[in-house]
């Protein structure tokens, strides 16, 4: 089965540029997502099909994904980004949906 | 607007049936495939299965075939998740989640139904 690996934290200052990545074979030819989830709160859609945010998701939030690597980058970090991040792509020889592990983002 | 509301909490004991379930509205309930999605205390996100509800075509995470069955109900625009026998490994947050069009993700969650087991 298809498996999205992301590393288990992040920490970043306020006012910087957090990354955090997602790797998956030949992830590149597939479309990625990205998922915000605070504690005691649903996941909430910050990034599909790569790059493009929702409407009411802000700039500073933006996605890519080339060869095997997807990444979310935020920009100009605040503290209420601090949050577990997850990608979620889709295999697509089952049609089955693939998350990974999940990130906690730290912003001290 | 969308809404997807999903069924209280519930206390279960091991070997005990459950259904929870996760009414849509806002939306055309037979257009959008509906997900659940399992996260155990403290761990990540783990996809479980997904339904279409205008023909209940179903897809199962192999994690996940046998243990639980998915079904829908057009007229009451309502999917469920059922267990037959629960086990303390099924304590866990269960979100369901409309799945959007040409792969724009899971952009709309219910608000989590915490199912306990224990004897």
């Known amino acids: 089965s298809y498996e999205l690996t992301q590393p288990p934290s992040v920490s970043v200052s306020p006012g910087q540029t957090a990354s955090i990545t997602c790797s998956g074979s030949?992830?590149?030819?597939?479309?990625v997502c990205w998922y915000q989830q605070k504690p005691g709160q649903s996941p909430v859609l910050v990034i599909f099909q790569d790059t493009k945010r929702p409407s009411g998701i802000p700039e500073r939030f933006s996605g890519s994904n080339s060869g095997n690597t997807a990444t979310l980058t935020i920009s100009g970090t605040q503290a209420m980004d601090e949050a577990d991040y997850y990608c979620q792509a889709w295999d697509s020889s089952t049609s089955h949906v693939v998350f990974g592990g999940g990130t906690k983002l730290t912003v001290l | 607007e969308v809404q997807l509301v999903q069924s209280g909490a519930e206390v279960k004991k091991p070997g005990e049936s459950l259904r929870i379930s996760c009414k849509g509205s806002g939306y055309i309930f037979t257009n959008y495939w509906i997900n659940w999605v399992r996260q155990m205390p403290g761990k990540g996100l783990e996809w479980m299965v997904r339904?279409?509800?205008?023909?209940?075509?179903?897809n199962y995470s192999p994690s996940f075939q046998g243990h639980v069955t998915i079904s829908a109900d057009k007229s009451l625009a309502t999917a469920y998740l059922q267990w037959s026998s629960l086990t303390a490994s099924d304590t866990a947050m269960y979100y369901c989640?409309?799945?959007?069009?040409?792969?724009?993700?899971?952009?709309?969650w219910g608000q989590g139904t915490l199912v306990t087991v224990s004897s």
């Open positions: 030949k992830l590149g030819d597939k479309y």
């Open positions: 989640a409309r799945e959007g069009p040409d792969s724009r993700g899971l952009p709309d």
């Open positions: 339904i279409d509800p205008s023909d209940s075509y179903t």
